[in-house]
């Protein structure tokens, strides 16, 4: 599918916003480093958990898939590492970055290979350690594929806290492995905290212990063991942000398999939500977001940097002016987001300024037709299929597979929520 064509239509019904991603990661990724038969359940088979799974098996974990739920075995993991292993990443920055530790706990020689944008994404953090821990290391300016050598030992890491918490998570997994107590220092204020609450909360459901002080440090004692359990999958709410904008500008959603005491960052689009005047219904059942009036905020999005795009399409139908702030991050993601956003909702009749490392965003009573570019990002797929419910005219997609990256299903639950759209795939023409 090449193009999809959205007929502007408010949606209206139930959803299951699909696991949360950002988990999936973190419980096969534990799972596999058990030693024991571990069960993972509620997965989504996206591009990114099949490449963390892969990666996995081949350092020998058994991992076997059972309709939505996995049975991991981690017996046997880096029992088999010998000779030259070859990772396949896809475009999934979580897998690299987490993995890259992961495989150094093992002395071994491992190239990992990336697709898209995540080839040329920033690992200057793991560069320096690699430099200053005596791995070997080697890459073509900084780009995938990367060759690394060498074992990870304990001891002090210190990094940076505003390139990515990716690098501190892939640590925040290694560490405990080893011999001897180790310690993270972040250097710089840590960005996207509710990442590593998440990291530490699975680590702990797994029986890994880290010790948090303020964010600042993490002190991790070695030869931890993981303890093999079962490990469900919540809902994701950057996914489910996509139903809860949409159920505030217009569309009538009942968000359901999100939980209430959910620790993920992306939770705080209902607080950003409330913000700006949106009303909610929630249940031991579902949340709603209610169509309701809303008006323009400052957004810091150092926090919820995958939320700028769908953002992008709230504050547009917004009265006022909203500003999208400290989202430099934003730019390294699978698409540069801040132009993205802008460009693309400008397309349809979006009045937004791309600033540095934000976005200035003028209300409007809604889109218009158009047509409109991927830029290969799911997100960006998702948000425009959302701008669509309130646009004038039909709104053309170009590149939207991008979605398999995380959200295989949207198009279906779309249509299911009562979304009107044809797929055009010219390869397919005449």
Not at 25 to 40: F, P, Q, T, Y
Not at 53 to 63: F, Q, R, S
């Amino acid at each position: 599918m090449e193009k999809i064509i959205i007929k502007p239509r408010k949606l209206s019904g139930n959803v299951t916003i699909p696991p949360s991603k950002s988990l999936g990661h973190r419980g096969i990724i534990s799972a596999a480093l058990s030693k024991g038969v571990s069960k993972v359940t509620n997965i989504q088979f996206s591009k990114d958990i099949i490449a963390t799974i892969e990666i996995m098996k081949k350092l020998g974990a058994k991992i076997e898939i059972n309709k939505d739920e996995l049975i991991i075995d981690g017996s046997d993991i880096f029992l088999n590492t010998s000779g030259q292993l070859q990772f396949q990443c896809n475009e999934s920055g979580s897998t690299l970055r987490f993995l890259i530790p992961i495989a150094l706990i093992k002395n071994g020689e491992y190239v990992f290979h990336g697709k898209g944008k995540l080839v040329s994404r920033p690992l200057t953090s793991y560069y320096e350690i690699f430099e200053e821990k005596g791995i070997e290391y080697y890459t073509e300016e900084g780009r995938l594929p990367l060759k690394i050598n060498g074992c990870l030992k304990s001891g002090i890491y210190s990094l940076r806290g505003d390139i990515s918490s990716q690098f501190i998570t892939g640590l925040l997994f290694a560490l405990p492995l080893l011999n001897g107590n180790s310690k993270i220092q972040v250097t710089t204020n840590l960005e996207s905290k509710g990442y590593i609450d998440l990291t530490l909360d699975v680590l702990k459901s797994f029986g890994v212990e880290i010790e948090n002080e303020a964010y600042k440090v993490f002190k991790v004692k070695g030869n931890q063991s993981y303890m093999p359990g079962e490990f469900r999958i919540e809902g994701d709410y950057s996914q489910g942000a996509f139903y809860l904008v949409a159920g505030a500008i217009g569309s009538d959603i009942k968000c359901e398999a999100l939980r209430k005491d959910s620790l993920q960052g992306d939770k705080v689009i209902i607080d950003i939500l409330k913000r700006m005047g949106c009303q909610f219904e929630e249940t031991a059942e579902f949340i709603k977001a209610i169509p309701s009036k809303l008006k323009g905020i400052d957004i810091d999005v150092s926090e919820c940097p995958d939320l700028v795009p769908i953002l992008g399409v709230a504050a547009s139908i917004a009265e006022g002016r909203t500003r999208i702030l400290n989202g430099k991050r934003v730019r390294i993601k699978e698409s540069d987001r801040l132009f993205a956003t802008a460009s693309e909702l400008n397309k349809i009749g979006g009045k937004i300024t791309e600033l540095k490392d934000g976005l200035i965003i003028e209300g409007i009573e809604g889109f218009k037709g158009g047509e409109v570019d991927s830029h290969n990002d799911h997100r960006m797929v998702m948000a425009l299929a959302i701008a669509a419910t309130r646009a004038s005219g039909d709104v053309v997609i170009n590149d939207p597979m991008a979605i398999e990256k995380s959200y295989p299903n949207f198009f279906e639950d779309y249509k299911k929520l009562g979304g009107n759209m044809s797929e055009f795939n010219i390869r397919n023409e005449g």
